[in-house]
């Protein structure tokens, strides 16, 4: 006989008591099943209850640590859709920071600055947050200017400004920051000495690299910390101190692939090629990095060497990518191996890699330099518009200004100029010695003018030696003398001697007066340039 008992229906979504809820997504985010955390939100919703932001802060946090940004964007969605992301800023601070986070390793710029400007009184975390999301995204003016205006900072916040401008090309920004970071009350700590260093690698300065080591000496860090020894031993082989690099790195008790890398890289570069080798053969392990130093530190000065190790490399199953493409593609340039840089073409055709602006630049030297400047012409035309930066740009130029094409050179500046592409100072020179090479006196001088009331570059030595010598050439004497005392402190000699040359190789075959006045009463010696 059946009971007239009604059995009990299953509890529902939206019935179910908020604790279960609560304890389900707790134990989810606990266990580390964050797919499964962010699919239980949605009951949230559909009981008419809010998840609280304590846990919504550590989901988030979990998902950015785990470089799980699919799952954060879902995250992001839900807050959005439910409103919450609103309340983020009045109502949990954490939780407005992580979202700083996320919309910086999302590259969304302006969802981040908009969030940040309505936290009332961010933390010293939420400031750190975002001087390292400016850095990420390479916006310095912006970390700057909020490094300077933060009411209180650590030495977190001096390390990530001291990364942030070695990192994006101001060096000796990060270089003046650190010594300012030595005077202050605020310590240091192993990321400071590898950012410093950091910065070393790129200003190769010897004398300060050997000034941080006596420090790291005298407070201890030089061999407890393997990221600091590594970074000595980078810093030393880069400058070209490899007795020092050496010294360093037989000192370590630990070492590391970084370190094995940069002294092959040292002895490479310096043309040791044995010693290079050597270390090479001794390393425990080989990743791609080690290969590219190896290939990369040889190929301008044996480009055949480089080439033989390249193809020891493919053999080995090791894959190409972007750095030792650009450096092979610049060995068979210098030993004017053609076919060999049409094999490499041939394969990146196959393969429909993409590449980038290096690789392209060196494909169009590559085919300059060994005389088909037609295929280089073809390399380039290819490139599409947005594509082409100004390395690409600058190649294309110096290509067709090495073949004596200094009207087709301009052109090209022109059309560059034209698609709204910045020159900088190396492409200017590439324009004037286009110019001297075709002997296009007006059109160099209006360049060089340009320099800095267009371009907002004030010429350097080697633009007024090269329109000296564009001057000289055409016979314009009084012009270029006028020019000579126009140039920087110190570096009037070099133009003076720049003009004698261009009078013994031009036109003039009596050396002016006046040029011979200088070269007595600064006793340069020309010998060198004589006929």
Request: charged share 20%.
């Amino acid at each position: 006989m059946r009971s007239s008992t009604p059995r009990p229906k299953p509890e529902s979504a939206s019935t179910r008591p908020a604790s279960c809820l609560l304890s389900l997504l707790s134990h989810h985010i606990s266990q580390g099943n964050l797919s499964l955390a962010i699919s239980s939100l949605p009951l949230f919703s559909r009981s008419g209850l809010r998840p609280p932001f304590y846990l919504l802060s550590s989901l988030l946090h979990r998902c950015l640590s785990s470089s799980s940004l699919h799952l954060a964007r879902q995250l992001y969605l839900f807050l959005r859709v439910s409103r919450l992301y609103k309340s983020a800023v009045p109502c949990s601070a954490p939780l407005a920071t992580h979202l700083l986070r996320f919309h910086f390793l999302n590259g969304d710029l302006c969802q981040a600055d908009k969030l940040f400007a309505k936290m009332p009184n961010p933390s010293l975390y939420s400031y750190n947050v975002m001087l390292s999301g400016y850095a990420r995204l390479g916006v310095m003016d912006c970390a700057k200017g909020l490094f300077d205006r933060m009411p209180y900072r650590d030495l977190v916040s001096w390390n990530t400004m001291i990364f942030a401008l070695a990192r994006n090309g101001s060096p000796y920004g990060a270089v003046d920051l650190y010594f300012r970071l030595r005077r202050s009350s605020y310590g240091y700590n192993h990321y400071t000495f590898t950012g410093v260093l950091h910065a070393c690698c790129q200003i190769l300065d010897s004398w300060l690299v050997k000034q941080i080591h006596k420090q790291l000496l005298i407070i201890g860090l030089c061999w407890t910390n393997l990221a600091i020894s590594s970074s000595l031993v980078n810093a030393y082989a880069r400058c070209g101190l490899m007795h020092d690099a050496r010294e360093v790195f037989d000192e370590m008790p630990v070492k590391d692939l970084v370190a094995w890398t940069a002294m092959v890289h040292g002895y490479a570069k310096c043309g040791n090629l044995e010693a290079a080798q050597k270390l090479f053969d001794a390393m425990p392990e080989r990743n791609l990095l080690t290969w590219n130093a190896l290939i990369g530190g040889i190929h301008f000065g044996h480009p055949i060497k480089a080439l033989d190790l390249f193809r020891r490399m493919l053999h080995m199953g090791f894959r190409l990518d972007q750095y030792n493409l650009s450096s092979s593609l610049n060995a068979c340039a210098r030993a004017r191996f053609i076919n060999f840089g049409k094999q490499i073409h041939g394969h990146l055709i196959r393969t429909n890699l993409k590449l980038n602006g290096p690789v392209l630049s060196s494909l169009i030297d590559m085919y300059s330099k060994c005389g088909d400047l037609a295929g280089a012409r073809h390399i380039f035309c290819r490139v599409s518009l947005d594509k082409r930066d100004i390395v690409v740009w600058c190649t294309m130029m110096s290509a067709l200004s090495q073949h004596g094409l200094g009207r087709e050179t301009l052109n090209l500046f022109n059309e560059m100029i034209r698609s709204r592409r910045r020159p900088n100072p190396s492409t200017l020179l590439i324009v004037l010695n286009a110019c001297k090479s075709s002997g296009l006196v007006q059109e160099g001088v209006r360049i060089f003018a340009e320099m800095e009331e267009k371009y907002g570059f004030a010429p350097r030595e080697k633009h007024f030696t090269c329109l000296i010598d564009l001057l000289a050439q055409a016979g314009l004497i009084a012009e270029a003398i006028d020019l000579i005392g126009k140039m920087p402190s110190g570096s009037s000699e070099r133009g003076w001697h720049s003009l004698f040359a261009s009078c013994k190789i031009g036109s003039c075959v009596k050396i002016p007066k006046e040029i011979e006045v200088v070269i007595t009463g600064t006793e340069l010696e020309f010998q060198e340039y004589a006929l």
